[in-house]
């Protein structure tokens, strides 16, 4: 494990509770991924259930729902996108809370131990 001092590293917020940050980026991922899926599946059930009872009404309904589902599945997959936005908003302040605030958009973005462009990883900073 690299531990240096100075911001950023060991006596950085983000770099004290990296662990913290790896857990969270670890939940988003699942939610990435899964929420979409379930989303997407209930909602050609409840459309393959409306046409099954060859309801108008109801088929338009559950369409309507589907693509409400939809919509939602694409906002969650892009919630990493998100937050790797407002954490590239932070580069505005002075460079010793930038290199804290990297610490936090690495492990959340990339929980499971990619290199980011200088080479640390989130394990890096795990205690």
Same mark, same amino acid.
Request: proline share 3%.
């Given at each position: 494990?690299?531990?240096?001092?100075?911001?950023?590293?060991?006596?950085?917020?983000?770099?004290?509770?990296?662990?913290? !940050?790896?857990?969270?980026? /670890?939940?988003?991922?699942?939610?990435? @991924?899964?929420?979409?899926?379930? %989303? &997407?599946? !209930?909602?050609?059930?409840?459309?393959?259930?409306? /046409? @099954?009872?060859?309801?108008? *009404?109801? &088929?338009?309904?559950?369409? *309507?729902? %589907?693509?409400?589902? /939809?919509?939602?599945?694409?906002?969650?997959?892009? @919630?990493?996108?998100? &937050?790797?936005?407002?954490?590239?908003?932070?580069?505005?302040?002075?460079?010793?809370? #930038?290199?804290?605030?990297? /610490?936090?958009? %690495?492990?959340?973005?990339?929980?499971?131990?990619?290199?980011?462009?200088?080479? #640390?990883?989130?394990?890096?900073?795990?205690?």
């Amino acid at each position: 494990m690299l531990f240096m001092e100075g911001p950023g590293t060991v006596d950085g917020f983000c770099a004290g509770t990296a662990s913290l !940050w790896q857990f969270v980026g /670890v939940i988003l991922l699942v939610f990435k @991924i899964v929420i979409p899926i379930v %989303l &997407i599946i !209930w909602g050609m059930l409840d459309l393959g259930k409306a /046409v @099954i009872a060859s309801e108008d *009404k109801a &088929i338009s309904k559950a369409a *309507k729902a %589907l693509a409400m589902r /939809v919509l939602a599945g694409m906002l969650i997959f892009f @919630i990493p996108t998100i &937050i790797s936005f407002v954490f590239t908003m932070v580069g505005t302040f002075n460079e010793d809370v #930038k290199d804290d605030f990297d /610490v936090c958009k %690495l492990c959340i973005t990339q929980p499971n131990d990619k290199s980011n462009k200088d080479g #640390k990883t989130c394990g890096d900073y795990v205690r």
